[in-house]
Structures are given as C-alpha cells and as structure tokens.
C-alpha cells in the first residue's frame, strides 16, 4: 500500500494469499484515514464539496433562504451540496433512511472479511475513505460481497455529520416522519427523481405557487447559459445515446460533461462551478441523459438546444398511470428550448404524436425513421441524415461500429444527428471518424468475458423490460445463445400480460431460454404455452441459472443475461444485477440444477 496525502493505491492480491494481508492493509488504512480526520477538521474538506467564492455571481444567490431537499439518493445529496453552496440553509429529508452510528454501517462491510473480533476505529471516517475501503475489499473478496453493506453506509450517515457537507449551521437531516412544515416553511423545494410528485402533497403546493423544483431544474439554473444542452430521454436506449455522444464530442475535441439520469446528477456538475474558483471548467457542451421521473415537475431552466425522445413503450405506469400521462411527460423536453431547438423523435408513435401537438411551434423536429432526420439500413449498416431545413442528406457508414447489437445501429445515428445538430463545429467527417471508437456503457450488451470453453458471457441486465430485451434479441439473430430471462416482470398498460410472448419470434433463433426469479414460472408459462420452439428451463434465481447455463452453452455459443425485468425482487438496482452476473461468471463451477 502507498500512502500520499489524498491518493491511496492498493496492491492487487495474490492467488492463494492469506486473508490477514487484508487485515493489515486495513488496519494500516484505518490508521491513515484518522490521521486525515484531524486535517479535516483544521483545513478544507478535499473532496471539494463546499468551498466558497464570491467571484461566482451565483454563489450566494440563496443567502438568507430556506431550501427543502426531499430523497437523498444521489441527486438529492448532491442537491444539497449545491444549495449549500448557493449559501441556503437546509433541510434534508427522506422517509426511507434511518439514522444509524456510522459504525453500524461499517461494522456490515468488514465482518464480511473479519470475525466479530476484529477491532473497529471508533472515529468516523468520511465517506471518501469508506469508498476507498470498499475499493480494497472488493479487489480481495469480490465486488457484490461488499455492494450491499457499502450501500448502507452511505444511506445511514446523517449530511450534517459528514465533512464533505460543510457547515453544521445551515443544515438538517430529517429522516422517517414527515411533517408538512418540511415543504411548507421552505422557500425552496427540490424534489429527487425518486419521489413521486403525488407525495407529501408537492403536486397540490406546486398548483398553489410554492417553488417547487426538480434536482434537474436546481442544477441548470447555475449553469452558465453559453453551455449547449443535448438532453436525451425514451424508455429505452437513453443511456447509450448520452454515452455515443458525450464519445463523440471528445473525439471531435469540443469539451462537454455526460451526466443526469446517467452517471454523475446536474446537480454535481453545476457543483464544479462553485467548489474550485481558480479552475473554472470550460465545457462547451452538457449531455444529459433526463428519466421521465425528472421532468414531472416543469422545467424553467433547463432549456436545451437538441431534445431527443427516442421511443416511447409501457413502463413506469405505476407512477405515471397511463401511456398518454407517461408521453406527456417525456415531451415537455420540447416545451422550453434553446438555440436550434432541435427536437428528435420517433417517428409514427401515436403516444407522442398526440403529446407533441402543444409544443409543435415550440421546436424544429426531426423523426427517427422518416425525413428530416435519420433513416438506418442495418443490412448495409448505414445511416442517412437530413438536418431540417438544409435539404442535404449525409451517409453515415457504420460498420466500423463495435458495440453488440444491432439496435446499436440507430443509436449511434441518433447520437450523430444530435451532435450535428448542436451546432458546435461538427462536421459528418469527424463524427464518421468516431464511429469506431464507441463504447457501449455497462449493462448494455457489455461483452464481459470469454471462458476456458469458449464460451462469451454478455451483460444486458439494463434490459429492464419486454421492448428492451426484444431490442437486443432481434439485434443477435444467426448466433447461438443461452437466454436468460427474469426478475419483477412489469405488467403492460391495461393488460394483465406480461408481454413475454412478443419473445417467442426472436427466441427461436437461440440455443435455450432458462427463467428465474420471482416472475420466473409465469415466465415460463407464458413461453412454453405459446409454442417456443427452443428448449426452456426454469431455475430458482440468477445464481441458479447460470450454473445451469454453463452446463449447457458449447464453445462458441454465448450466454446473455438479458432479463425483461426489473431487479427488485434479488437486487438493488440493475447495476447490482449485471456485477453479480459479471462475478458468478468468472467464479461459478459448472455444476448444474437438478
């Protein structure tokens, strides 16, 4: 282990080494990081959460008023920071959390190394160092041994007890009981992606006139107006058109930050302006990926200059109810735009075409499918764009692209029409040039490893629902695969079907389907009831079904988890679901269900 300052590198393990290595890295670890606490209460935090400047005309905006962050999953903290930062006082709220010692916490992740013996420091250590020991512990144990118990350290630490959230004066965490002076004494409410409008009473405070706004909404009114935004937003492909073309902006060397639903929240990139007042970033471009649970609130500040929606199909209907309130919702990206305020859309959706009917003078459009805008042949692997109003149509070549799947045809078109689109000095030959050059982000059709036996293991876990997995099948025909297909099915607008029958067509391609989960057997009866012509095998759980899968798969033929569904009923999110699957395939033995 190499000590600096604020950087910390970590050996890789050895096989075979013994376990008390760790236990000394640890200790070693603890013993550095209360060192760091005493410099943290004399100097500055170095995570760079709340410096101040008052060169930023918006620093102290918020002096003397009172903001209300309701949901403190990682947009919210981050909100709080940034109102923090603003000069507001704070209020933190979220019903889930508990407040808990931290030790509690931690005392989790370390018993799944150590015994019970094991001595704990008892001083808080702040969360950058707690990242810093699940790092160490995940080399040595395994990333999802260690997910969960570091998740809920996170979760338990009240804001105002960490350094990384400034002064203790201007800040209140509020967990469990909601009073309703929470959002009623407040001058601001900010309102996390998660929290649906309907609770606490937001929706009735927003019609009376309080100032309610969204994390997305917070953030872009501190970021400078010069910055053009690219939002993309669909039920499905988000994620991978925000990252194709955050790609390509660095490729052609036009400065842009990637982040919203994706990665990093607005708010902690609206953040960067406030923390460093010597280096102020430069960024030209912002790409940011919205969910439909961002823009149930209107926007007022986030006004961006490309606006895409690129499909619309059941999902999320718990919270938004009906498909017509679900597109609503997607289209009032149109609603307040900037610059060339080109929107993109797909083509011959009756959802949206009736959405966007109240924003048709509001924006320039384009369709994904029709002229103006993109058209893709995926058996000549091109694509054609037309900008409106210019009459000319570029070629776009994509067979050099490298991403699986060919549904990644279209993403890589849309994300070149929209970066064409933002008018920054991008030409159709440096986008053409980039092409080779996307990477697809983790979970989509993610080629994780190549076994002994040569067989591929794929990680689709983002596919959280039917159109999703329909999407990567239809885009994998002519190979051999072992499908596997599971979690919480989602039910279809209005039907009590899950929809697992629309698989039936593209399934017939493939080697095996295995099932699991807690929607497993209803799986697997809707399969097989409908004539699936491939063998479908029905295991208890992931863990389960890729024991079996191995057993099964031959070399050259794949195994892709690409589930359908949601993960809530084994995992946290699908990114958990997809990092057990990347683990169990380099661990399990190939043993199967009998």
Same mark, same amino acid.
């Given at each position: 282990?190499?000590?600096?300052?604020?950087?910390?590198?970590?050996?890789?393990?050895?096989?075979?080494?013994?376990?008390?290595?760790?236990?000394?890295?640890?200790?070693?670890? *603890? $013993?550095?990081?209360?060192?760091?606490?005493?410099?943290?209460?004399?100097?500055?935090?170095?995570?760079?959460?709340?410096?101040?400047?008052?060169?930023?005309?918006?620093?102290?905006?918020?002096?003397?008023?009172?903001?209300?962050?309701?949901?403190?999953?990682?947009?919210?903290?981050?909100?709080?920071?940034?109102?923090?930062?603003?000069?507001?006082? /704070?209020?933190?709220?979220?019903?889930?959390? =508990?407040?808990?010692?931290?030790?509690?916490?931690?005392?989790?992740?370390?018993?799944?190394?150590?015994?019970?013996?094991?001595?704990?420091?008892?001083?808080?250590?702040?969360?950058?160092?707690?990242?810093?020991?699940?790092?160490?512990?995940?080399?040595?144990?395994?990333?999802?041994? /260690?997910?969960?118990?570091?998740?809920?350290?996170?979760?338990?630490?009240?804001?105002? =007890?960490? %350094?990384?959230?400034?002064?203790?004066?201007?800040?209140?965490?509020?967990?469990?009981?909601?009073?309703?002076?929470?959002?009623?004494?407040?001058?601001?409410?900010?309102?996390? %992606?998660?929290?649906?409008?309907?609770?606490?009473?937001?929706?009735?405070?927003?019609?009376?006139?309080?100032? @309610?706004?969204?994390?997305?909404?917070?953030?872009?009114? !501190?970021? %400078?107006?010069?910055?053009?935004?690219?939002?993309?937003?669909?039920?499905?492909?988000?994620?991978?058109?925000?990252?194709?073309?955050?790609?390509?902006?660095?490729?052609?060397?036009?400065?842009?930050?990637?982040?919203?639903?994706?990665? !990093?929240?607005?708010?902690?990139?609206?953040?960067?302006?406030?923390?460093?007042?010597?280096?102020?970033?430069?960024?030209?471009?912002?790409?940011? &990926?919205?969910?439909?649970?961002?823009?149930?609130?209107?926007?007022?500040?986030?006004?961006?200059?490309?606006?895409?929606?690129?499909?619309?199909?059941?999902?999320?209907?718990?919270?938004?109810?009906?498909?017509?309130?679900?597109?609503?919702?997607?289209?009032?990206?149109?609603?307040?735009?900037?610059?060339? =305020?080109?929107?993109?859309?797909?083509?011959?959706?009756?959802?949206?075409?009736?959405?966007?009917?109240?924003?048709?003078?509001?924006?320039? %459009?384009?369709?994904?499918?029709?002229?103006?805008?993109? =058209?893709?042949?995926?058996?000549?692997?091109?694509?054609?764009? &037309?900008?409106?109003?210019?009459?000319?149509? $570029?070629?776009?070549?994509?067979?050099?692209?490298?991403?699986?799947?060919?549904?990644?045809?279209?993403?890589?078109?849309?994300?070149?029409?929209?970066?064409?689109?933002?008018?920054?000095?991008?030409?159709?030959?440096?986008?053409?040039?980039?092409?080779?050059?996307?990477?697809?982000?983790?979970?989509?059709?993610?080629?994780?490893?190549?076994?002994?036996?040569?067989?591929?293991?794929?990680?689709?876990?983002?596919? *959280?629902?039917?159109?999703? *997995?329909?999407?990567?099948?239809?885009?994998?025909?002519?190979?051999?695969?072992? @499908?596997?297909?599971?979690?919480?099915?989602?039910?279809?607008?209005?039907?009590?079907?899950?929809?697992?029958?629309?698989?039936? &067509?593209?399934?017939?391609?493939?080697?095996?389907?295995?099932?699991?989960?807690? $929607?497993?057997?209803?799986?697997?009866?809707?399969? *097989?009831?409908?004539?699936?012509?491939?063998?479908?095998?029905?295991?208890?759980?992931? &863990?389960?079904?890729?024991?079996?899968?191995?057993?099964?798969?031959?070399?050259?033929?794949?195994?892709?988890?690409?589930?359908?569904?949601?993960?809530?009923?084994?995992?946290?999110?699908?990114?958990?679901?997809?990092?057990?699957?990347?683990?169990?395939?380099?661990?399990?033995?190939? !043993?199967?269900?009998?």
């Amino acid at each position: 282990m190499i000590l600096h300052p604020h950087f910390v590198t970590f050996p890789p393990r050895q096989h075979g080494a013994p376990l008390n290595n760790l236990k000394n890295l640890v200790s070693l670890f *603890t $013993s550095f990081a209360n060192h760091e606490m005493k410099l943290l209460n004399t100097n500055t935090c170095v995570l760079q959460c709340c410096c101040t400047s008052s060169t930023n005309p918006k620093q102290h905006d918020l002096q003397g008023k009172s903001v209300t962050v309701i949901g403190l999953g990682k947009s919210g903290r981050a909100a709080v920071n940034l109102a923090l930062a603003r000069g507001a006082s /704070v209020l933190a709220f979220d019903q889930s959390v =508990k407040l808990q010692p931290l030790e509690a916490g931690r005392k989790l992740i370390f018993e799944l190394a150590f015994d019970q013996s094991v001595k704990l420091c008892p001083s808080e250590v702040p969360i950058m160092y707690i990242q810093l020991i699940y790092t160490v512990l995940s080399s040595y144990l395994g990333r999802s041994k /260690v997910e969960l118990a570091f998740d809920h350290i996170v979760k338990l630490r009240p804001l105002e =007890k960490d %350094p990384c959230f400034g002064e203790e004066g201007r800040l209140r965490t509020v967990c469990g009981q909601f009073e309703r002076e929470i959002v009623e004494d407040a001058d601001i409410v900010v309102v996390s %992606p998660g929290v649906p409008l309907k609770s606490y009473g937001l929706s009735s405070l927003l019609q009376s006139g309080k100032k @309610i706004m969204s994390e997305l909404d917070f953030a872009a009114q !501190t970021i %400078p107006k010069s910055i053009k935004m690219l939002a993309v937003t669909g039920t499905n492909g988000k994620s991978t058109v925000t990252t194709f073309a955050g790609q390509m902006l660095s490729h052609l060397g036009i400065t842009a930050f990637v982040g919203g639903n994706i990665g !990093t929240p607005l708010s902690e990139i609206a953040l960067q302006y406030f923390t460093n007042p010597l280096v102020k970033p430069n960024f030209q471009v912002g790409v940011v &990926e919205v969910s439909s649970y961002q823009m149930e609130i209107p926007s007022e500040y986030f006004r961006p200059s490309v606006a895409v929606v690129l499909n619309l199909t059941p999902d999320h209907l718990e919270r938004h109810g009906t498909m017509s309130n679900y597109a609503a919702t997607k289209c009032r990206l149109f609603s307040h735009m900037a610059n060339n =305020k080109l929107g993109v859309l797909a083509f011959g959706n009756k959802h949206l075409m009736k959405a966007i009917r109240d924003h048709m003078n509001d924006f320039s %459009p384009a369709w994904i499918g029709a002229f103006p805008g993109i =058209k893709v042949d995926v058996e000549a692997k091109t694509a054609s764009l &037309e900008v409106p109003g210019t009459g000319v149509t $570029s070629r776009l070549r994509l067979d050099a692209l490298t991403a699986k799947g060919t549904h990644n045809y279209t993403n890589a078109a849309v994300a070149a029409f929209s970066v064409l689109g933002l008018d920054v000095r991008a030409d159709i030959e440096g986008v053409q040039a980039a092409i080779g050059k996307l990477k697809a982000p983790p979970h989509r059709m993610q080629i994780v490893y190549e076994d002994i036996h040569g067989v591929t293991w794929v990680d689709d876990s983002k596919a *959280t629902n039917i159109e999703a *997995t329909l999407a990567g099948l239809m885009g994998l025909k002519g190979q051999k695969s072992v @499908i596997l297909l599971g979690g919480l099915a989602k039910v279809l607008n209005g039907q009590e079907s899950y929809g697992f029958e629309q698989l039936i &067509e593209p399934l017939k391609y493939h080697k095996c389907v295995i099932t699991f989960g807690s $929607s497993g057997a209803s799986i697997h009866k809707t399969l *097989t009831d409908n004539g699936l012509s491939i063998p479908c095998i029905r295991a208890g759980n992931l &863990e389960d079904a890729v024991q079996c899968a191995r057993t099964i798969a031959k070399a050259g033929d794949s195994i892709i988890l690409t589930p359908g569904c949601a993960s809530f009923d084994e995992f946290r999110n699908f990114e958990h679901r997809g990092m057990f699957f990347q683990e169990l395939a380099r661990s399990l033995p190939p !043993t199967c269900l009998h």
